[in-house]
């Protein structure tokens, strides 16, 4: 079953009931088609079905390599760091048993991380303009059902009509409220949001996108600085990105 998501780069395909050998077919046609990295999976195990996000659109994979790259660039150049102290962990997916598996777009996380099913610490998630619910709901799933592995989510929604680019930054935040058996003292909390048209004016009332070392690395030794975008780094990645898409 197709569902249509309101925007012609993008749509999502259902399936119901697909075995693993079915599986590895899917994953051979949509290779063929040149089509499996611009597509993301998502396995609701306790249904036994798996939704396929497909995002073929030009803009959204370009706008979403870059931006992944330059905040990877800004993390590896924490004193004390170098490109060796973070793994890509790519599109990756990520199992919550008996519950679902899915993959992210963009996902780092530290190399003291080892082995096949190591999570990220940090992950990236982008979408087209109709969607920024999902990208929040998204942002909210990975905070919660990591158990704490994933600390720091971007999301980042691409305007295509007139090229603008809206992006938040999540992280788990104290709610205020004691913790029961029902109800966690965490909630995923949108800390920065940014707005950034196309001549790469950055409207926001946060002074910077601050991702914090912990964050990001395991061992926290000292007072090490964060990774920090401040809003002339914005501008001139956004106009730079954008020059390249027209």
């Not at 999976?41 to 330059?70: C, K, Q, W, Y």
């Not at 994933?150 to 004691?178: K, N, P, Y």
Request: charged content about 20%; overall charge negative; glycine content about 6%.
């Amino acid at each position: 079953m197709t569902i249509d998501s309101g925007c012609a780069e993008e749509y999502f395909v259902y399936f119901h009931g697909v075995t693993d050998s079915e599986f590895e077919v899917l994953e051979k046609k949509l290779c063929a088609a040149r089509l499996r990295t611009a597509v993301r999976f998502t396995f609701e195990n306790a249904l036994d079905a798996t939704i396929l996000r497909i995002m073929s659109g030009p803009a959204h994979s370009r706008v979403a390599g870059n931006f992944f790259r330059v905040i990877t660039a800004k993390i590896t150049s924490i004193p004390g760091h170098d490109t060796l102290s973070t793994q890509s962990l790519g599109a990756s997916s990520l199992q919550i048993p008996w519950v679902r598996s899915k993959e992210g777009y963009h996902a780092l996380g530290p190399v003291t991380r080892e082995g096949w099913d190591a999570w990220p610490s940090v992950m990236i998630e982008t979408e087209y303009s109709e969607a920024l619910e999902y990208l929040r709901m998204d942002a909210g799933w990975w905070l919660i059902n990591s158990a704490g592995k994933i600390r720091f989510v971007i999301i980042v929604q691409v305007m295509t009509d007139q090229l603008a680019l809206h992006t938040e930054g999540w992280a788990m935040s104290d709610s205020g409220h004691r913790q029961t058996g029902q109800t966690s003292a965490l909630i995923p909390i949108c800390e920065r949001i940014f707005d950034i048209n196309e001549e790469g004016v950055v409207t926001s009332a946060s002074s910077d996108l601050c991702i914090p070392y912990d964050f990001i690395f395991n061992e926290l030794v000292g007072n090490p600085p964060n990774a920090v975008f401040n809003k002339a780094e914005l501008n001139s990645f956004t106009r730079w990105m954008f020059h390249l898409l027209k």
